[in-house]
């Protein structure tokens, strides 16, 4: 699972491209979610996770899904603040 420090420097490493978004891709980045599939899979994921049930292979496949979870929440973040810009100007 990423640590704060990893978080922080993926999200320096992202940052510009809020400068090179275009408008389009921008708005689709912000109203991107997971699948339903995905999504119930994760709550799964979770709830074992919460009552101390998950194998090896769970635990895996939960922290990837929240490492992708964090990666596209800074790619949010970057294409929110991408359309704030364009506004301001």
Do not use: F, W
């Not at 640590?3 to 708005?27: D, F, I, K, V, Y």
């Not at 194998?55 to 359309?83: R, Y």
Request: net charge negative.
């Amino acid at each position: 699972m990423s640590t704060g420090t990893e978080q922080s420097a993926l999200a320096r490493l992202l940052h510009p491209l809020s400068r090179t978004l275009s408008a389009e891709l921008a708005s689709a980045l912000v109203h991107l979610q997971a699948d339903d599939a995905t999504q119930a899979r994760y709550e799964e994921l979770a709830a074992k996770c919460n009552e101390g049930q998950l194998t090896p292979a769970e635990q895996s496949e939960l922290d990837s899904l929240v490492e992708a979870n964090t990666v596209l929440g800074i790619l949010k973040a970057e294409a929110e603040l991408s359309l704030l810009e364009r506004k301001a100007a």
